[in-house]
């Protein structure tokens, strides 16, 4: 019979969300719906003097008002958590005694339609007192400057600092040493589908139902009880289709809060808020502005010695409530800075501050400066000794036969493939060729005379990174960064007609669960995708798990738990089958959603007379068997766990306007086996296409005060299909860690490996001109300015 | 309440609508939800005279509405406010272009339409190199050609043709009957115009192509589609005997709050033959003659930078054009 693993499935989500039929939160008009609007603050940093709110309040078709402190008997302040040593502010969802970043939400108006709320927003008077504001990371750590959180006695909001080996003695024996700070800005997700939710707080049973978007369903109900002081058996969380996320939507915005407490104020009538495309910009939850000053040893071959690392991350003004992802990001990219390189000794101190900024989330491979920061010091150290850059990598790679071994913060290395993936990189990406042409298209540079008519020589780049990521990571990755999940669990039901329903606590937001994890349940049972259906996003059904999808976690631990409940489910077929044909369990197989006796064709049951006969007839089954046919299975991951890259881009720079133009984009991957090509490179491309843009048109734009200046798209630029080439996508053909669930994550590596990879290949083409990359936005102005060509203006 | 004291800012406020670069606009942006329009009326008349009635008789309380691209996001946005629209779509006499030497194109021909016809971009050669720099497709399927002129963004690139052919523009009212404005007086400011309130832009007439011109237009934007950082275009004419400049034109888009013709670089060019290091000259004198602004695509000494390097591009595509 077919098999649907390893093919190319068409998806199963795409009929409806391609025809118009998806259910997302603006699909969805449950009668006496109430439309939520917010005022917000135009102010980076401001005391709050007053909110006038009558004029709203009187305007018609308004059902309510809110301010911060109207909301405060229904809603509590936000509790934020995080390690020990995190400054832990406490705040209401609606901001009261000041404001602390543009689009601060101030007031909060309910109303009959979206138009007649964003009418009497407009009638809320709210006077504002300006403070300094804080756009950047050195006014933060200003010594004398303003403070965001009056009641903390810095902004600095977490520090921690490890060291690993010996990077002092390796400083003192190495031969060369460099110095230098990297600068990575500020980004934001820019998921299709904006934020929102449908609150409903049902009196008559004290019971709450959030119908949100949002990655994971059971964390949101912990915070949102909490927040309503309900019990969190009495909150719902239902989530629909989700249309995007990447990490925005990990944790419960302030927003999202503040309508939960209106909807719990106005009793029975569900209230509606979908976050429109400039609050989505400026106040959805940005990423990635991270700084890191590098001390790097190393010796004349190119080996890195030792390593010293300082990074500061800007928080924005508010932690999200349900993770402490400011702290996290230091701590996933202090434990995975050395990737699969030879880097035993180094030091990391993380400190996250507060800024006047909209809040830190979450964003595709969240810890990716690491490999940023780390890339950009290895083209560093082949630059100064006059080395390639990819022979330089592969002197600090580790060696072939090193494996297993452990990374210095204690996270098992296995199955590692780097090098094979660079040699596969080489032939297929054709470096050699490359070079070949951008040496003679320089050499004709060269000689070309200004005024000369003709081709002056093209400036063309090459960048090549190599990385590991955690997806999801061997066994002892999650004590290493202090968050250990337990195992994935799945449950199974044959329904009565001979179908399958499989729950998993996954949540997707795109990824094309409905689709992989019917592939891997219809060949495990042996029926046709169309006789499984995939049920997830619902807390009421959802096997319990804090996590939800994220993390590059679901390739492996939602299919592992997947196949051993199909698989558990297949075993109590056999086993009815067997008493009511008389034959042995472990000689009936299920083929095409028929359950026979192997070698006897004639004596063969189809799965939904097995299941009719289970749920029905029970005086059929086996003595003293529970009628029905459900089943529940826990996996643990394996060793292993890691997905690696090497990522070649070719780029080419017009020397007269900057402009950056990607020519091509090749990718060697070893993420296991794969369950669906056309997903997993639909997933690989959108990272590289989110990494480009990052680094040549992506910037959350802030003043030094913390003035916002991106909040539509016409100033936040996001790659277009005309932008991004096509990308060829590769696969290692050795797959050394051989387990039965050998699915590796391919979610995050894409953004992971693009800014490095881009930002490499922009520093090659501009090394005639001697330019050195050390921040990763490089739009045309930037690139000019790197050439010489026009001064400096910020 | 917020504000500003900066005259355009003052003007773009009366007009509803904000400028990026100052900061109490900027504020103003994010200072509440947007999603859906302000209130207002709306009128679809079909006729000319019943829209200027309308124009009369609501002055500056009405706004027309064509083609819609930039009007409706600024609407959603709460940029723009309105009391009423007068959406002149529905009027056909608007809709036509007349071709008889000079060129004639109704307010609300839709730019695709000129895109499309290969009469017209034989008739008029810089109108068709510059249209398809608009935008993309779907938003020139609607988006019309009175309107663009009319919203005068600096950043587009019809007002910057019109100034280039030294067009005219053919205002009317019910009161005052029918003007033409030149071109050169017809972009006053940062989406300000000559046409007053009661006004309607009927037609815009352009001067017949001469034998012997070429044209070049030539943009940078940050993405395909997006407004440009700067653009450029070029007309040049030559002697069909001698090979010498006989016209020389050249205007830009983006590098200030109006279209901007460089005419002293111009004029360099005038009797000259068109080489390569004339036309490099001439680029060196139509940066500096230049005072952009920087925002958050690109600095200033880029865009005028930019403005160098387009001009030795459009003129010599202008020049090959001519020859």
């Known amino acids: 019979m077919q098999r649907f693993t390893g093919t190319r499935v068409t998806r199963v989500e795409d009929p409806r969300i391609l025809t118009g039929g998806g259910n997302y939160i603006d699909d969805r008009n449950p009668p006496g719906l109430g439309h939520a609007a917010f005022v917000r603050s135009p102010f980076a940093h401001a005391r709050v003097h007053s909110i006038d709110t009558t004029a709203a309040r009187a305007h018609p078709g308004v059902i309510a008002v809110f301010t911060g402190a109207e909301l405060g008997p229904h809603i509590a302040p936000i509790v934020t958590q995080g390690p020990p040593g995190m400054s832990c502010p406490r705040f209401t969802c609606l901001a009261t005694d000041k404001v602390r970043m543009v689009g601060d939400p101030v007031a909060l108006v309910i109303a009959e339609s979206r138009a007649v709320a964003e009418d009497a927003c407009e009638l809320v008077e709210v006077e504002y007192e300006e403070l300094a504001g804080i756009g950047s990371i050195e006014r933060a750590l200003a010594p004398d400057g303003p403070r965001i959180w009056d009641d903390l006695d810095s902004n600095v909001l977490y520090e921690e600092a490890a060291t690993y080996g010996d990077p002092d003695a390796a400083f003192a024996a190495a031969a060369h040493t460099i110095n230098e700070t990297f600068v990575q800005h500020r980004i934001t997700n820019c998921p299709m589908e904006t934020r929102g939710v449908i609150a409903t707080y049902e009196p008559g049973r004290n019971h709450f139902t959030y119908m949100g978007t949002l990655q994971g369903t059971q964390m949101a109900r912990f915070v949102i009880s909490t927040a309503l002081s309900l019990p969190a058996t009495n909150v719902d969380v239902v989530l629909g289709d989700v249309g995007g996320s990447f990490g925005q939507k990990s944790s419960i915005g302030h927003e999202e809060l503040a309508v939960c407490g209106a909807a719990k104020a106005l009793a029975g009538r569900p209230i509606k808020w979908i976050e429109d495309r400039t609050e989505n910009l400026s106040v959805g939850g940005q990423a990635r502005e991270e700084t890191v000053t590098a001390q790097v040893a190393f010796d004349a071959d190119g080996r890195i010695r030792g390593l010293r690392l300082d990074m500061v991350l800007a928080g924005g003004a508010y932690p999200i409530a349900s993770a402490p992802i400011t702290t996290l990001v230091g701590t996933l990219a202090r434990v995975l800075v050395p990737g699969a390189y030879d880097i035993a000794d180094y030091s990391f101190r993380h400190r996250a501050v507060f800024t006047n900024k909209a809040p830190y989330v979450a964003y595709r491979g969240p810890w990716a400066i690491e490999t940023w920061v780390r890339e950009r010091v290895l083209d560093r150290i082949a630059r100064e000794l006059g080395l390639d850059p990819v022979e330089v990598r592969r002197r600090n790679l580790l060696a072939a036969d090193a494996f297993p071994c452990k990374l210095p913060a204690g996270p098992t290395l296995a199955g590692i493939t780097l090098r094979a993936a660079l040699d596969k990189a080489e032939r297929v990406a054709d470096w050699a060729g490359f070079r070949a042409e951008q040496a003679s298209e320089r050499a004709r540079r060269a000689v070309a005379q200004p005024g000369q008519p003709g081709q002056p020589g093209r400036v063309l780049g090459l960048g090549v990174v190599s990385f590991i990521e955690p997806a999801p990571g061997p066994p002892d990755y999650g004590p290493s960064i202090g968050f250990t999940l337990p195992p994935e669990r799945a449950t199974a039901r044959l329904e009565v007609d001979g179908t399958l329903s499989v729950y998993t606590s996954q949540a997707p937001h795109g990824q094309g669960h409905e689709t992989t994890l019917a592939q891997l349940a219809a060949d495990e049972l042996g029926v046709s995708m169309s006789a499984v259906r995939v049920i997830h996003s619902d807390s009421r059904t959802a096997p319990f798990s804090m996590m939800g999808t994220g993390g590059s976690r679901s390739a492996t631990v939602a299919s592992g738990s997947v196949i051993g409940v199909a698989r558990a489910v297949r075993d109590q077929v056999a086993e009815i089958v067997a008493h009511m044909l008389e034959a042995n369990p472990t000689d009936i197989e299920v083929v095409d959603g028929v359950a026979r006796v192997k070698g006897s064709p004639d004596k063969a049951m189809p799965l939904a007379q097995v299941a009719m006969t289970a749920w029905l007839a029970p005086q059929y089954l086996p003595p003293g068997r529970n009628p029905g046919i459900e089943a529940t299975f826990d996996f643990r991951a394996g060793d292993g766990g890691w997905t690696q890259s090497v990522h070649s881009c070719f780029v080419e720079v017009d020397p007269e306007t900057g402009v950056v133009k990607v020519l091509r984009y090749v990718v060697v991957e070893d993420c296991g086996d794969v369950i669906n090509p056309a997903i997993v490179e639909g997933q690989i491309r959108g990272g590289i296409a989110q990494g480009i843009g990052e680094v040549l048109y992506e910037h959350s734009a802030y003043d030094d005060d913390g003035t916002f200046k991106a909040g539509t798209f016409m100033d936040y630029l996001i790659p277009s299909s005309m932008e991004i080439p096509s990308i060829e996508i590769h696969h290692v053909d050795a797959t050394v860690v051989t387990q039965e669930v050998n699915f590796r994550g391919v979610g995050e590596g894409g953004a992971i490996g693009a800014p490095a990879a881009v930002c490499s290949a922009v520093e090659d083409a501009l090394s005639p001109w001697n330019a050195k990359v050390v921040e990763q936005y490089l739009p045309p102005s930037r690139v000019l300015e790197l050439m010489g060509v026009i001064p400096v203006e910020r | ?323």
């Open chain 2, 1 to 323: 309440m917020l504000s500003c004291a900066d005259d355009n800012c003052k003007r773009l406020r009366r007009r509803g609508v904000r400028e990026l670069s100052c900061r109490a606009q900027l504020r103003r942006a994010c200072k509440a939800a947007a999603m859906k329009p302000p209130p207002f009326a709306y009128d679809a008349p079909e006729t000319i005279d019943e829209a200027l009635g309308l124009l009369d008789e609501h002055g500056d309380e009405a706004k027309v509405l064509a083609g819609g691209q930039s009007l409706i996001p600024l609407l959603s946005m709460r940029l723009a406010r309105p009391a009423r629209l007068v959406d002149i779509a529905r009027i056909a006499e608007l809709g036509q272009i007349f071709l008889n030497g000079s060129t004639r194109i109704g307010a609300t021909v839709r730019q695709c339409a000129v895109e499309r016809s290969a009469e017209l971009r034989t008739a008029n050669p810089l109108l068709g190199k510059a249209i398809p720099f608009i935008g993309h497709g779907p938003i020139r399927n609607r988006g019309t050609i009175g309107g663009s002129v009319a919203h005068a963004d600096p950043a587009a690139e019809l007002p910057a043709v019109m100034l280039l052919l030294e067009a005219e523009m053919v205002l009317r009212s019910a009161s005052g009957g029918e003007r033409t404005v030149p071109a050169a007086e017809f972009f006053e400011g940062f989406l300000t115009t000559a046409a007053q309130p009661q006004e309607l832009l009927v037609e815009l007439r352009l001067p017949a192509w001469l034998p012997g011109t070429g044209a070049g237009f030539q943009e940078i934007a940050r993405r395909h589609g997006d407004f440009a950082i700067v653009g450029a275009g070029a007309v040049v004419q030559l002697d069909p005997g001698t090979g010498l400049v006989t016209d020389s034109r050249l205007a830009f888009t983006g590098v200030a709050g109006t279209p901007v013709r460089a005419t002293e670089a111009e004029r360099m060019l005038v009797g000259h033959e068109p080489t390569i290091a004339a036309i490099a000259e001439m680029a060196a004198v139509a940066r500096a003659g230049l005072e952009p602004s920087g925002d958050v695509h690109a600095s200033a000494a880029y865009r005028r930078h930019i403005a160098g390097v387009l001009t030795e591009r459009v003129v010599k595509e202008a020049v090959d054009a001519a020859r």
